[in-house]
């Protein structure tokens, strides 16, 4: 992978002084698929915006976040189409795969790019923040937001106290920092914590032993669990996947009608923000594999599935004795010997899990529901003006999109005149 953006401690020292010394007119807090997608976005529109651009992320390289979780799980092919991607140009991976011979790498029925064609393309474009030097590790400690101070009333603040202002401030955390465990697993967890792993701590070559055959639980029903169960399996271990309901096969996370206007205009007719979440859970649903994987996990002789199961303890395999591996106790029997339990159980967004908002959220009263802020049409936040979401953050606007790479695109066009306006 090249490292393009790659940004040494010393580099970095020497950005932050130049932060420390600037008002920036518009900063992107995450550097992930949707901060990265904005910027190009307003860059595109408007080149000499980078003078007045910064995207902070506490990684030295943007799209690190993504890159980790689909290496982690062993994702080799994107889930959804090539047209969303972080550039505007909807044909951008398709041309690029063309001019480079590797068309190959966009699977049917979609044109589903591979996760290395992805990555590949996007350097490209990443190549842009480079250039007009706009990405600098920063991880933001503290968000203020001092009402009526001027022009630039966010102060941005890190662990050790540096920092510096903007005019406005855009927030594309993802949902990293909200791993959902069922309650259930909590005291298991407890007591077996090298044992039990969420797949957002897990890697599929760092956990499991070289040359040894090991035994899994794989806990969920979502693609995630099913990418996991694949890569265990191709590397010789037996997987046990364990979904509280039948498994369902879909292409997509959400059915594609809510990338159109029909559905968002409805969406956005509905005034009960409780009833817009309760619409975003039936949408999404707790989950589904993408047919070409579930193929593979029912050709699997090493993979059994154990849908509508529950698990109801976990115990260890010798008692007295956590090093050894857990006997998983389900409804359907027991499965003896395990040697990890993954809880591909996903992420719940609640704003109150990011630190650095802690302050903000009490000192403003940022109104909740179900976790999520009640965004304006324009994604303010309400009711501060000129703080604005994308991502999962956003969904109670955008629907159930919000969190996809396609959400970014949505998300652009609702932030756009608002964001020009401070250029
Ligand atoms: C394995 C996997 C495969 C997926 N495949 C697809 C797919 O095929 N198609 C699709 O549409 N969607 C897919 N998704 C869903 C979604 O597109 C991704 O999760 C995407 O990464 C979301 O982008 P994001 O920018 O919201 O979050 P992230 O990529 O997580 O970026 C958030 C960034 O914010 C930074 N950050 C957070 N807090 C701070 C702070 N205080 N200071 C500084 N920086 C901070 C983080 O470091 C991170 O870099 C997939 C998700 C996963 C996990």
């Not at 041309?95 to 979609?110: C, F, S, V």
């Not at 996007?122 to 203020?144: I, N, P, S, T």
């Amino acid at each position: 992978m090249p490292e393009l953006v790659r940004v040494s401690g010393r580099r970095s020292e020497q950005i932050m002084r130049t932060l420390a010394h600037r008002n920036i007119r518009i900063t992107i807090v995450g550097g992930g698929i949707h901060g990265a997608s904005i910027a190009i976005r307003l860059l595109r529109e408007i080149p000499t915006a980078a003078r007045h651009l910064a995207i902070v992320d506490r990684h030295p390289q943007p799209l690190t976040q993504w890159r980790r979780k689909t290496e982690r799980q062993g994702m080799t092919f994107l889930r959804s189409p090539a047209v969303h991607h972080i550039s505007p140009d909807a044909l951008g991976i398709v041309e690029y795969a063309e001019r480079h011979n590797r068309t190959d790498e966009l699977a049917p029925p979609y044109s589903q790019p591979s996760t290395q064609l992805f990555w590949d393309f996007c350097d490209g474009m990443l190549a842009e923040f480079e250039q007009h030097q706009v990405y600098h590790q920063f991880e933001v400690a503290k968000l203020r937001w001092d009402k009526g101070a001027g022009k630039f009333p966010f102060r941005l603040i890190s662990e050790n106290n540096e920092g510096f202002r903007s005019r406005c401030v855009i927030l594309a955390v993802g949902v990293d920092d909200c791993p959902y465990v069922p309650a259930e697993f909590a005291q298991w967890r407890h007591q077996y914590p090298n044992r039990i792993l969420h797949a957002s701590e897990f890697t599929v070559d760092f956990w499991v032993e070289q040359d040894a055959e090991e035994s899994f639980v794989i806990v969920g029903g979502g693609l995630t669990a099913g990418t996991l169960a694949r890569s265990l399996s191709e590397r010789g271990h037996s997987v046990v996947l364990i979904a509280r309901k039948p498994l369902k096969t879909e292409q997509f996370d959400f059915p594609p009608i809510w990338l159109g206007p029909k559905a968002l205009t409805e969406f956005a007719s509905e005034t009960s923000f409780q009833r817009r979440y309760e619409i975003i859970q039936q949408n999404r649903g707790e989950g589904s594999i993408t047919p070409d994987i579930m193929e593979t996990l029912e050709d699997a002789s090493n993979i059994k599935i154990y849908p509508e199961t529950r698990i109801q303890n976990i115990i260890s395999a010798k008692e007295g004795s956590p090093t050894q591996g857990l006997n998983v106790k389900t409804n359907r029997g027991d499965i003896m010997n395990v040697s990890r339990v993954i809880l591909a159980t996903g992420y719940q967004f609640n704003l109150c899990r990011y630190g650095f908002l802690g302050e903000l959220i009490t000192q403003h009263q940022i109104p909740l529901v179900c976790g999520l802020p009640r965004l304006d049409a324009d994604l303010q936040l309400y009711p501060i003006e000129n703080l604005f979401g994308s991502g999962t953050i956003a969904q109670l606007q955008i629907g159930p999109a919000s969190g996809n790479i396609a959400g970014a695109s949505l998300a652009y066009e609702r932030l756009r005149e608002k964001l020009l306006a401070h250029l």
